[in-house]
Protein backbone atom coordinates (compact mmCIF):
# COMPACT_ATOMS: atom_id res chain seq x y z
CA UNK A 1 0.00 0.00 0.00
CA UNK A 2 0.81 3.36 -0.95
CA UNK A 3 2.58 5.84 1.54
CA UNK A 4 0.15 8.29 1.68
CA UNK A 5 1.77 11.27 3.94
CA UNK A 6 4.08 12.33 1.83
CA UNK A 7 1.30 13.61 -0.56
CA UNK A 8 -0.49 14.72 2.12
CA UNK A 9 2.26 16.90 3.98
CA UNK A 10 1.89 18.59 0.65
CA UNK A 11 -1.69 18.70 0.02
CA UNK A 12 -2.71 22.46 -0.12
CA UNK A 13 -5.17 22.44 2.30
CA UNK A 14 -8.20 24.54 4.04
CA UNK A 15 -9.13 23.99 7.99
CA UNK A 16 -12.59 24.83 9.59
CA UNK A 17 -12.76 23.88 12.75
CA UNK A 18 -9.69 24.35 15.15
CA UNK A 19 -9.15 26.27 18.15
CA UNK A 20 -7.46 29.24 18.68
CA UNK A 21 -6.29 28.57 22.63
CA UNK A 22 -6.95 24.86 21.64
CA UNK A 23 -4.19 25.26 18.87
CA UNK A 24 -0.96 26.31 20.98
CA UNK A 25 1.39 23.99 20.78
CA UNK A 26 3.78 22.73 24.03
CA UNK A 27 6.49 25.38 23.21
CA UNK A 28 4.01 28.31 22.60
CA UNK A 29 1.88 26.88 26.26
CA UNK A 30 5.97 27.06 27.66
CA UNK A 31 6.25 30.57 27.23
CA UNK A 32 3.34 31.55 28.17
CA UNK A 33 3.20 29.46 31.22
CA UNK A 34 6.50 30.80 31.82
CA UNK A 35 5.87 34.26 31.18
CA UNK A 36 2.82 34.24 33.58
CA UNK A 37 4.72 31.59 36.40
CA UNK A 38 1.37 31.37 39.72
CA UNK A 39 -0.40 29.63 36.76
CA UNK A 40 -0.44 25.89 37.50
CA UNK A 41 0.47 24.84 33.95
CA UNK A 42 3.97 23.62 33.64
CA UNK A 43 6.49 24.96 31.98
CA UNK A 44 8.30 21.74 30.51
CA UNK A 45 7.11 20.32 26.96
CA UNK A 46 7.07 17.07 28.41
CA UNK A 47 5.76 17.79 31.35
CA UNK A 48 3.15 19.31 29.31
CA UNK A 49 2.49 16.22 27.15
CA UNK A 50 1.33 14.25 29.91
CA UNK A 51 -0.45 17.72 31.52
CA UNK A 52 -2.60 17.22 27.92
CA UNK A 53 -3.60 13.37 28.65
CA UNK A 54 -7.37 13.50 28.97
CA UNK A 55 -9.36 11.47 31.17
CA UNK A 56 -12.90 12.36 29.69
CA UNK A 57 -14.63 15.54 28.20
CA UNK A 58 -15.13 17.57 31.21
CA UNK A 59 -11.14 16.97 32.37
CA UNK A 60 -10.47 18.03 28.73
CA UNK A 61 -12.46 21.21 29.55
CA UNK A 62 -10.69 21.86 32.92
CA UNK A 63 -7.15 21.77 30.99
CA UNK A 64 -8.56 23.43 28.14
CA UNK A 65 -9.31 26.86 30.30
CA UNK A 66 -6.29 26.55 32.26
CA UNK A 67 -4.22 26.71 29.36
CA UNK A 68 -7.44 30.38 28.40
CA UNK A 69 -5.53 31.80 31.74
CA UNK A 70 -2.44 31.40 30.36
CA UNK A 71 -3.84 34.34 27.35
CA UNK A 72 -3.73 37.35 29.49
CA UNK A 73 -2.33 40.27 27.75
CA UNK A 74 -2.95 41.28 23.79
CA UNK A 75 0.82 41.10 23.04
CA UNK A 76 -0.02 37.02 24.74
CA UNK A 77 -2.56 36.84 21.77
CA UNK A 78 -0.55 38.05 18.62
CA UNK A 79 2.47 35.45 19.72
CA UNK A 80 -0.04 32.89 20.06
CA UNK A 81 -2.21 33.61 16.93
CA UNK A 82 1.06 34.10 14.42
CA UNK A 83 2.51 31.26 15.92
CA UNK A 84 -0.50 28.84 14.99
CA UNK A 85 -0.24 30.44 11.77
CA UNK A 86 3.38 29.10 11.26
CA UNK A 87 2.37 25.64 12.20
CA UNK A 88 -0.19 25.62 9.51
CA UNK A 89 2.18 26.99 6.92
CA UNK A 90 4.08 23.96 7.74
CA UNK A 91 1.77 21.67 6.98
CA UNK A 92 0.67 23.61 3.67
CA UNK A 93 -2.50 24.95 5.05
CA UNK A 94 -3.55 27.74 2.78
CA UNK A 95 -6.37 28.77 4.68
CA UNK A 96 -8.33 28.67 8.35
CA UNK A 97 -11.43 29.32 10.05
CA UNK A 98 -9.66 29.68 13.49
CA UNK A 99 -12.40 29.89 16.54
CA UNK A 100 -12.00 32.14 18.60
CA UNK A 101 -13.46 32.45 22.31
CA UNK A 102 -13.32 36.71 22.86
CA UNK A 103 -15.08 36.49 26.19
CA UNK A 104 -12.47 34.10 27.57
CA UNK A 105 -9.91 37.36 27.26
CA UNK A 106 -12.20 40.01 27.65
CA UNK A 107 -13.65 38.79 30.94
CA UNK A 108 -9.79 38.23 32.31
CA UNK A 109 -9.33 42.27 32.02
CA UNK A 110 -7.69 42.49 28.12
CA UNK A 111 -9.06 45.18 26.48
CA UNK A 112 -11.45 44.59 23.92
CA UNK A 113 -10.14 46.75 21.13
CA UNK A 114 -6.45 45.85 21.93
CA UNK A 115 -7.60 42.00 21.75
CA UNK A 116 -9.32 42.57 18.45
CA UNK A 117 -6.19 44.68 16.88
CA UNK A 118 -3.94 41.61 18.30
CA UNK A 119 -5.56 39.28 16.24
CA UNK A 120 -5.77 41.56 13.21
CA UNK A 121 -2.24 42.10 13.25
CA UNK A 122 -1.09 38.41 13.54
CA UNK A 123 -3.79 37.79 10.26
CA UNK A 124 -2.07 40.56 8.22
CA UNK A 125 1.42 39.57 9.24
CA UNK A 126 0.49 35.64 8.34
CA UNK A 127 -0.82 36.63 5.10
CA UNK A 128 2.01 38.35 4.34
CA UNK A 129 4.72 36.42 5.54
CA UNK A 130 3.85 32.91 5.95
CA UNK A 131 0.73 32.99 3.37
CA UNK A 132 -1.67 31.30 5.13
CA UNK A 133 -4.94 33.32 5.27
CA UNK A 134 -7.03 33.50 8.37
CA UNK A 135 -10.08 34.33 8.88
CA UNK A 136 -12.39 34.50 12.80
CA UNK A 137 -15.23 32.20 14.15
CA UNK A 138 -16.05 34.00 17.32
CA UNK A 139 -17.80 31.40 19.55
CA UNK A 140 -20.16 31.68 22.48
CA UNK A 141 -18.32 29.50 25.51
CA UNK A 142 -21.56 27.31 26.05
CA UNK A 143 -20.59 26.70 29.57
CA UNK A 144 -20.23 30.33 30.49
CA UNK A 145 -23.92 30.41 29.78
CA UNK A 146 -26.16 33.69 28.74
CA UNK A 147 -23.98 36.34 29.53
CA UNK A 148 -21.22 34.77 27.65
CA UNK A 149 -23.78 34.77 24.98
CA UNK A 150 -24.76 38.33 25.35
CA UNK A 151 -21.13 39.32 24.98
CA UNK A 152 -19.94 37.39 22.26
CA UNK A 153 -22.53 39.11 20.19
CA UNK A 154 -22.26 41.93 21.15
CA UNK A 155 -18.49 41.74 20.74
CA UNK A 156 -19.05 40.10 17.44
CA UNK A 157 -21.46 42.55 15.95
CA UNK A 158 -20.05 45.84 17.61
CA UNK A 159 -16.09 45.21 16.97
CA UNK A 160 -16.28 43.57 14.34
CA UNK A 161 -12.47 42.99 13.26
CA UNK A 162 -12.16 42.71 9.38
CA UNK A 163 -11.27 38.56 9.49
CA UNK A 164 -14.60 37.71 11.15
CA UNK A 165 -17.01 35.58 9.24
CA UNK A 166 -18.78 33.27 11.12
CA UNK A 167 -20.38 33.12 14.84
CA UNK A 168 -20.17 29.88 17.11
CA UNK A 169 -21.30 27.89 20.12
CA UNK A 170 -18.66 25.38 21.74
CA UNK A 171 -17.81 23.96 25.72
CA UNK A 172 -19.77 21.10 26.63
CA UNK A 173 -23.61 20.21 25.22
CA UNK A 174 -24.60 18.49 28.15
CA UNK A 175 -27.11 20.57 30.21
CA UNK A 176 -26.35 23.21 27.60
CA UNK A 177 -29.18 23.22 25.33
CA UNK A 178 -28.60 24.98 21.63
CA UNK A 179 -32.32 26.61 21.77
CA UNK A 180 -31.73 29.36 24.49
CA UNK A 181 -28.88 30.73 22.25
CA UNK A 182 -31.58 31.58 19.10
CA UNK A 183 -31.66 35.65 19.87
CA UNK A 184 -27.27 35.90 20.12
CA UNK A 185 -27.03 33.60 16.66
CA UNK A 186 -30.13 35.60 15.35
CA UNK A 187 -28.39 38.89 15.58
CA UNK A 188 -25.27 37.19 14.18
CA UNK A 189 -26.79 35.98 11.23
CA UNK A 190 -28.67 39.48 10.91
CA UNK A 191 -25.07 41.35 10.68
CA UNK A 192 -24.10 38.71 8.43
CA UNK A 193 -21.95 36.00 9.95
CA UNK A 194 -22.17 33.29 9.51
CA UNK A 195 -23.44 30.45 11.69
CA UNK A 196 -21.87 27.40 12.66
CA UNK A 197 -22.42 25.56 16.20
CA UNK A 198 -20.88 22.40 17.53
CA UNK A 199 -23.52 20.07 17.79
CA UNK A 200 -24.02 16.35 18.41
CA UNK A 201 -21.10 15.28 19.46
CA UNK A 202 -21.38 14.82 23.02
CA UNK A 203 -25.39 14.46 22.80
CA UNK A 204 -27.84 13.03 20.19
CA UNK A 205 -29.01 13.88 16.78
CA UNK A 206 -31.78 16.24 18.20
CA UNK A 207 -29.00 18.63 19.36
CA UNK A 208 -27.83 18.98 15.29
CA UNK A 209 -31.80 19.46 14.57
CA UNK A 210 -31.90 22.61 17.29
CA UNK A 211 -28.44 23.90 15.63
CA UNK A 212 -29.89 23.82 12.30
CA UNK A 213 -33.65 24.91 13.10
CA UNK A 214 -32.74 27.35 16.14
CA UNK A 215 -29.25 28.54 15.25
CA UNK A 216 -29.47 28.56 11.98
CA UNK A 217 -26.49 26.69 11.10
CA UNK A 218 -24.46 26.36 7.76
CA UNK A 219 -22.18 24.24 9.11
CA UNK A 220 -22.08 21.61 11.98
CA UNK A 221 -19.40 21.29 14.36
CA UNK A 222 -18.51 17.12 15.04
CA UNK A 223 -22.02 16.28 14.27
CA UNK A 224 -20.85 12.43 15.06
CA UNK A 225 -24.26 11.49 16.14
CA UNK A 226 -25.97 12.48 13.15
CA UNK A 227 -25.15 8.89 12.01
CA UNK A 228 -28.50 7.88 14.24
CA UNK A 229 -30.74 9.66 12.56
CA UNK A 230 -31.32 8.69 8.34
CA UNK A 231 -33.76 11.78 8.13
CA UNK A 232 -31.25 13.83 9.23
CA UNK A 233 -27.96 12.95 7.23
CA UNK A 234 -31.01 13.17 4.20
CA UNK A 235 -31.43 17.01 5.37
CA UNK A 236 -27.58 17.65 5.84
CA UNK A 237 -26.73 15.59 1.97
CA UNK A 238 -29.70 17.39 0.04
CA UNK A 239 -28.68 21.15 1.95
CA UNK A 240 -24.83 20.62 1.51
CA UNK A 241 -24.26 21.27 4.55
CA UNK A 242 -21.08 19.86 5.84
CA UNK A 243 -19.94 18.36 8.81
CA UNK A 244 -16.70 19.29 10.76
CA UNK A 245 -15.19 16.27 11.64
CA UNK A 246 -12.23 15.78 14.10
CA UNK A 247 -11.68 11.80 14.14
CA UNK A 248 -8.85 12.06 16.72
CA UNK A 249 -10.85 14.35 18.93
CA UNK A 250 -13.55 12.25 19.15
CA UNK A 251 -11.91 9.46 20.26
CA UNK A 252 -9.57 11.80 22.93
CA UNK A 253 -12.86 12.77 24.49
CA UNK A 254 -14.30 9.88 24.18
CA UNK A 255 -16.97 10.95 22.16
CA UNK A 256 -16.14 7.74 19.64
CA UNK A 257 -15.05 4.93 21.56
CA UNK A 258 -12.55 3.63 19.13
CA UNK A 259 -11.00 4.96 15.59
CA UNK A 260 -12.60 2.23 13.53
CA UNK A 261 -15.75 2.73 15.47
CA UNK A 262 -15.87 6.64 13.62
CA UNK A 263 -19.07 7.06 11.82
CA UNK A 264 -17.25 8.87 9.14
CA UNK A 265 -17.65 6.05 6.82
CA UNK A 266 -21.65 6.56 7.54
CA UNK A 267 -21.80 10.32 6.70
CA UNK A 268 -19.70 10.44 3.33
CA UNK A 269 -22.61 6.81 2.49
CA UNK A 270 -24.98 8.80 2.94
CA UNK A 271 -23.70 11.75 0.36
CA UNK A 272 -23.15 14.53 3.59
CA UNK A 273 -20.20 16.94 2.76
CA UNK A 274 -17.57 15.73 5.17
CA UNK A 275 -14.62 17.97 6.04
CA UNK A 276 -11.54 16.83 8.08
CA UNK A 277 -10.02 19.00 10.94
CA UNK A 278 -8.48 18.79 14.07
CA UNK A 279 -9.79 20.99 16.78
CA UNK A 280 -7.07 21.03 19.37
CA UNK A 281 -4.58 19.69 17.60
CA UNK A 282 -1.63 19.44 20.06
CA UNK A 283 -3.72 18.89 22.80
CA UNK A 284 -5.04 15.85 21.10
CA UNK A 285 -1.77 15.15 19.98
CA UNK A 286 -2.23 15.22 16.26
CA UNK A 287 -2.01 18.02 13.28
CA UNK A 288 -4.57 18.34 10.29
CA UNK A 289 -1.80 16.22 7.99
CA UNK A 290 -2.82 13.55 10.49
CA UNK A 291 -6.13 13.75 10.56
CA UNK A 292 -6.02 13.62 7.00
CA UNK A 293 -3.72 10.14 7.55
CA UNK A 294 -6.70 8.67 9.67
CA UNK A 295 -9.26 9.89 7.02
CA UNK A 296 -7.39 8.52 3.97
CA UNK A 297 -7.11 4.70 6.54
CA UNK A 298 -11.00 5.01 7.68
CA UNK A 299 -12.34 5.70 4.24
CA UNK A 300 -10.04 3.69 2.22
CA UNK A 301 -8.88 6.75 0.44
CA UNK A 302 -6.25 7.27 -2.67
CA UNK A 303 -4.42 10.67 -3.74
CA UNK A 304 -7.73 11.05 -5.78
CA UNK A 305 -9.85 10.90 -2.98
CA UNK A 306 -7.50 13.11 -0.58
CA UNK A 307 -7.56 15.63 -2.71
CA UNK A 308 -11.27 15.07 -3.12
CA UNK A 309 -11.83 15.56 0.43
CA UNK A 310 -9.26 18.83 1.19
CA UNK A 311 -11.74 20.37 -2.06
CA UNK A 312 -14.80 19.49 0.37
CA UNK A 313 -13.17 22.04 2.91
CA UNK A 314 -12.63 24.83 0.15
CA UNK A 315 -16.48 24.12 -0.73
CA UNK A 316 -17.65 24.62 2.43
CA UNK A 317 -15.50 27.46 3.54
CA UNK A 318 -16.22 31.06 3.54
CA UNK A 319 -13.63 32.16 1.43
CA UNK A 320 -14.79 34.44 -1.29
CA UNK A 321 -15.21 32.98 -4.43
CA UNK A 322 -12.48 33.89 -6.49
CA UNK A 323 -10.49 32.82 -3.49
CA UNK A 324 -12.26 29.23 -3.09
CA UNK A 325 -11.27 28.90 -6.95
CA UNK A 326 -7.25 29.73 -6.22
CA UNK A 327 -6.99 26.89 -3.53
CA UNK A 328 -9.17 24.15 -5.14
CA UNK A 329 -6.99 24.50 -8.80
CA UNK A 330 -3.69 24.83 -6.19
CA UNK A 331 -5.47 21.42 -5.24
CA UNK A 332 -5.63 20.16 -8.71
CA UNK A 333 -1.96 21.01 -9.65
CA UNK A 334 -0.74 19.89 -7.13
CA UNK A 335 -2.56 16.25 -7.64
CA UNK A 336 -1.63 16.39 -11.16
CA UNK A 337 2.28 16.82 -10.48
CA UNK A 338 2.18 14.36 -7.70
CA UNK A 339 0.51 11.76 -9.73
CA UNK A 340 2.60 12.25 -12.97
CA UNK A 341 6.30 12.04 -11.12
ZN1 LIG B 1 -14.33 22.27 18.51
Given at each position: MTDLHPFIAGLPKAELHVHHVGSASPRIVSELAARH????????PEALVDYFTFTDFAHFVEVYLSVVDLVRTPEDVRLLTFEIARDMARQNIRYAELTITPYSSTRRGIDERAFMEAIEDARKAAEAELGVVLRWCFDIPGEAGLVAAEETARLAVDLRPEGLVSFGLGGPEIGVPRPQFKPYFDRAVAAGLHSVPHA?????PQTIWDALNDLRAERIGHGTSAVRDPALLAHLAEHRIALEVCPTSNIATRAVARLDEHPIKEMVAAGVLVTINSDDPPMFGTDLNNEYAVAARLLELDEHGLASLAKNAVEASFLDPAGKARIAAEIDTYTDAWLAR
Amino acid sequence: MTDLHPFIAGLPKAELHVHHVGSASPRIVSELAARHPDSKVPTDPEALVDYFTFTDFAHFVEVYLSVVDLVRTPEDVRLLTFEIARDMARQNIRYAELTITPYSSTRRGIDERAFMEAIEDARKAAEAELGVVLRWCFDIPGEAGLVAAEETARLAVDLRPEGLVSFGLGGPEIGVPRPQFKPYFDRAVAAGLHSVPHAGETTGPQTIWDALNDLRAERIGHGTSAVRDPALLAHLAEHRIALEVCPTSNIATRAVARLDEHPIKEMVAAGVLVTINSDDPPMFGTDLNNEYAVAARLLELDEHGLASLAKNAVEASFLDPAGKARIAAEIDTYTDAWLAR
